[in-house]
């Protein structure tokens, strides 16, 4: 007798669309995970007093309806410091346990209107899991470390603290970590946008836990229901601090699209180089091992890299026919265009000098603005912006040629690697487009006199 | 009131620290606090009020001293007892006493920190006593339950409606703005205000059991807020950045007309605050002002200089390329419409045609004609004045005249 796979199961599973498969990957285990830890941590730990979990859950659960959105892909809350403090307090009281509490708080998180309106099921699922996780890990921290305390009083304050903290960095930790994989897991690689400032948001994380931690001990030993009511005002003090975080990032994302549209209004060929010359040099970052914060000042400055051509007469972006060296001059201002258009924005100044240095060479000669000194390399960034730009102008239409393909683009980037272009970005870039295996610019176009010649007389076609 | 003669400015300003500080140490001899205790409070208000919170652009100046402020009744009422009001009193006065000797060592200049610290002051004695005052009966048990917090509550408002009331009535400085635009622009950082006096309770609440172990669980929140106050400023200075940036495109691309866009939304946010408006709507008018003209951007488009085009191209245009950026998509509208005449002969107006649209509308017009076609300031109003009710909205052009007289541009020497 032989054991058989089975085939029935993996058939159904296979039938499924990729997308809804690698969801059911995340949202089966983390769940399924998530009940099991609701049973065990309900059968090794005391209830909590109801009469206290219900409000806190409450207030927690309320937090997490208006939890804000602080990149493309996770939403948060300050409902940790309501975790906390019902967790501290739950841990000390006798005859109670913070585990199974904060857990089942935990599980309480799995809603959020959006999901509800949108009809999602992957998000409540995962969510349900990772913070009931998260939540059992910080109670059983809790009660491990104050549950023995029977008289709680300014001396211990600061074991209290310690505690606190610990608790609340194993709730942020269990957190990234399991978002991490799901997002991994779910979306690839691919729209990812860079998760920048994350450990900012790590870090807030675990003082708004530590200080929701503080306050719950505060009140056991102030014994004064006055603390709990201010304590409503903390959370919304934090979760102030949270959407103050997301306005900024809004604004920062909302002031970059407001200058890309301008430059599409002014020039349609621009319409989509920027976009495309923004998902190249976010390749090539990735590459080289650029994350976060890094990743985007990368993808901010390819996105603004050409701003200077607002300042540019469109005769000349447009003209067909090769450019006379005068004209030509004016057409490479542009780089250094962009820091007067751009000068009084400070948050993009560490962009802008990216961008301004896109023109400047690896061996020191080309144009640039404060990006650039004659003779020296430009900055790592400034070199991937160039050979994004430089890639893109290869393989897109111009007014003046036609898209060229790119296997000639790398070609043109390899025997320009180490005087115009960066070595490391060179094939930083090849091999980033290997893996994505698609094929950018004109398949057949293979030497840039021919892509003229198309673009003057667009009746010949292609032959063979 | 009328505006205040400088001198006068700076002789009550030399006043102030000897009625405040006067007043707080008479204060002083009545309070059952020992001097220790109160010269503990007035260094901790001094060193408070020296950090200044961020607050968006309404012309608000709090300091981490209100969050001390919100405290001391707190702090001195004794376990179940009453307020020492006299000493809540005597450390305000004479912190502030200290705060304005400070701010004149920095450089301040008297006509700022009088109406500030005036206000502060009287809204602090307010606040305590409204405090002290309601701390009777079953409010005043001493023993930590919720309704322990009504007193403060209503305090605050107390506090809240002194700080609208002076921030109007304060009116120091020649040609400043309307009254009605200053109280509503007082109510414009509540949260930052609001952040501030609650983790001053916090603390006051838990002081009593936790001693000085109430300062640091305090301060966690408060650095919440206080970065969370900072951050909001951000954004308000990187839309305002973005936007001024925006607005220079057009004359940096050789497409717009030096000066105008900053010109006509000066013109045109003093005429919102003239006619009333809120200071978010004021911002709205600032903005629809910068962005009115960016559309030009597009003007030498191959087709465009082929057919040619109208304002109202241009105005579509505008509101195209800012309908799509988050914060200037609401303006984009205004944008869209500035062009229309008010009505046509024989027709009702459009309602639809929100009154920003009209403001800029007017003070565009006002400004192209006196520096594009070089009339003088009383030619463009005359011009504006006959197109009053067809083409422009003659309350708009009867505000431009108002400020224009006030600015007293209008004479016939300059034509």
Redesign the interface.
């Known amino acids: 007798m032989k054991l058989k796979s089975n085939t029935a199961l993996r058939g159904w599973f296979g039938r499924l669309r990729p997308t809804v498969q690698r969801r059911l990957k995340i949202a089966v285990p983390y769940s399924l995970t998530g009940i099991l830890t609701l049973i065990v941590t309900y059968s090794v730990s005391d209830p909590p007093n109801w009469l206290i979990w219900f409000p806190f859950t409450a207030l927690f659960v309320l937090l997490e309806f208006f939890a804000v959105e602080v990149n493309d892909r996770l939403l948060q809350s300050s409902s940790v410091m309501v975790a906390m403090t019902a967790g501290v307090i739950f841990a000390i009281q006798p005859d109670s346990d913070a585990m199974f509490a904060m857990a089942l708080m935990g599980g309480m998180a799995m809603f959020t209107p959006l999901d509800f309106k949108e009809k999602r099921w992957f998000q409540p699922l995962a969510n349900f899991g990772q913070f009931v996780m998260a939540g059992a890990v910080a109670g059983f921290l809790l009660d491990v470390n104050l549950g023995y305390l029977q008289n709680l009083t ?1 001396a211990n ?1 600061v074991r209290v603290a310690v505690a606190t903290a610990l608790a609340a960095l194993a709730y942020a930790t269990v957190q990234s970590v399991l978002i991490r994989m799901a997002v991994k897991t779910v979306f690839g690689k691919d729209n990812l946008q860079p998760w920048s400032q994350m450990h900012i948001l790590f870090l807030g994380q675990v ?2 836990g ?2 929701g931690g ?2 719950g001990a ?1 009140y056991l ?10 304590t409503v ?2 959370y919304a ?2 979760h ?2 949270l ?3 997301s ?2 990032r ?6 970059i ?3 890309v ?2 430059l599409e ?2 020039d ?1 060929y621009t319409r989509g180089h920027t976009e495309r010359v923004a998902v190249f040099a976010q390749m090539i970052g990735e590459e080289l091992g650029f994350t976060g914060t890094q990743l985007e000042k990368v993808r901010w400055a390819a996105l603004i890299h050409d701003l200077g051509k ?6 000349l972006i ?1 003209k067909r026919g090769r450019l006379d060296d005068e004209e030509y001059a004016e057409m490479q201002t542009h780089a250094h ?1 962009v820091e ?8 993009l100044q560490p962009m802008v000098e990216i961008a301004s240095g896109h023109h400047s060479n690896f061996d020191g000669t080309g144009y640039g603005g404060r990006g650039h000194t004659e003779g020296e390399t430009p900055s790592l960034e400034a070199c991937i912006v160039g050979v994004a730009d430089a890639f893109d102008a290869m393989t897109s239409a111009r007014s003046y040629r036609m898209a060229l393909s790119q296997q000639y683009a790398i070609r043109e980037l390899r025997r320009h690697s180490g005087g115009q272009f960066h070595p490391d970005v060179v094939d930083a870039f090849e091999k980033a487009l290997n893996k994505t295996g698609r094929n950018w610019g004109a398949p057949h176009v293979n030497d840039e006199e021919m892509a003229r010649r198309l673009a003057e007389e667009p009746e010949l076609t292609l032959r063979g | 009131m009328a505006n205040w003669h400088p001198r006068a400015v700076t002789v009550v300003s030399w006043m102030f620290p000897f009625v405040a500080g006067g007043i707080g140490f008479y204060a002083a001899t009545l309070a059952t606090t020992d001097p220790f205790g109160i010269a503990v409070g007035v260094t901790v208000l001094a060193i408070g009020s020296l950090v200044e919170v961020a607050t968006s652009n309404s012309g608000n100046r709090f300091t981490t001293g209100i969050a001390v402020a919100a405290a001391i009744p707190f702090v001195l009422t004794p376990e179940s007892g009453r307020v020492d009001l006299a000493a809540s009193i005597a450390i305000y006065g004479i912190g502030l006493a200290i705060v304005w000797a400070l701010g004149l060592a920095r450089g301040e200049k008297h006509v700022d920190v009088l109406p500030t610290l005036t206000r502060r002051f009287v809204g602090y004695v307010t606040y305590a006593t409204v405090y002290s005052a309601m701390r009777v009966g079953a409010f005043a048990d001493g ?4 309704l ?2 009504v007193p403060f509550g209503v305090a605050l408002l107390a506090w809240i409606a002194v700080e609208v009331v002076l921030r109007a009535a304060l009116v120091l400085r020649p040609g400043e703005l309307p009254r009605a635009y200053l109280a509503r622009s007082a109510l414009h950082d509540l ?1 930052v205000f ?2 501030l006096t ?2 001053g ?2 603390f006051g ?2 002081y ?4 000085w ?2 300062l ?2 305090a301060l ?2 408060y650095s ?2 206080h ?3 900072s ?2 400023q ?2 308000k ?3 305002k ?2 936007i ?3 607005a ?2 057009p004359e ?3 497409l717009g007309v030096d000066g105008h866009a900053d010109r006509t939304t000066e013109l045109a946010s003093a005429v919102g605050k003239e006619m009333g408006m809120g200071p978010a709507q004021v911002e709205d008018v600032e903005y629809a002002g910068l962005m009115h003209d ?2 030009r ?2 003007l ?3 087709q465009i200089v082929r057919m040619g085009y109208t304002n109202g191209d241009i105005a579509r ?1 505008s509101a ?3 309908a ?5 998509d609401r303006v984009a509208e205004h944008v869209r419409r500035q062009y229309e005449s008010y009505r046509r002969p024989g027709e009702q107006t459009d309602p639809d045609v929100s009154i920003v649209s009209r403001i800029i509308k007017v003070t565009a017009a006002y400004d192209w004609q006196v520096h594009q076609q070089g009339l003088s300031p009383l030619q463009a109003l005359e011009n504006l004045h006959t197109g009053a009710a067809y083409e422009y909205d003659p309350e708009v052009v009867a505000s431009v005249r108002r400020i224009l007289e006030a600015r007293g541009v209008l004479s016939p020497a300059r034509a």
């Open positions: 300014t304050l003082a708004m530590l200080l503080l306050i505060a030993i102030a014994d004064r229901e006055a603390v709990l009511v201010l005002g903390v003090i934090g102030m601090s959407y103050a975080f306005q900024l809004e604004s920062h994302i909302g002031s699209r407001g200058f549209k301008t209004a002014k349609m607002l300042a540019v007469p469109t005769e447009r265009l007067e258009i751009l000068a009084e924005v400070d948050f | 023993s930590g339950g919720w322990d917090l949260n609001l952040g609650l983790t309770a916090l609440e838990l009593p059991a936790l001693g172990w109430a640091p669980i966690l929140p919440f807020a970065s969370a106050f951050r909001f951000k954004t200075v990187t839309y950045q973005t001024r940036a925006l220079r495109i940096v691309s050789g960016i559309g951007v597009s030498n488009e191959p245009w195209e390329i800012i799509e950026s988050p914060y200037l």
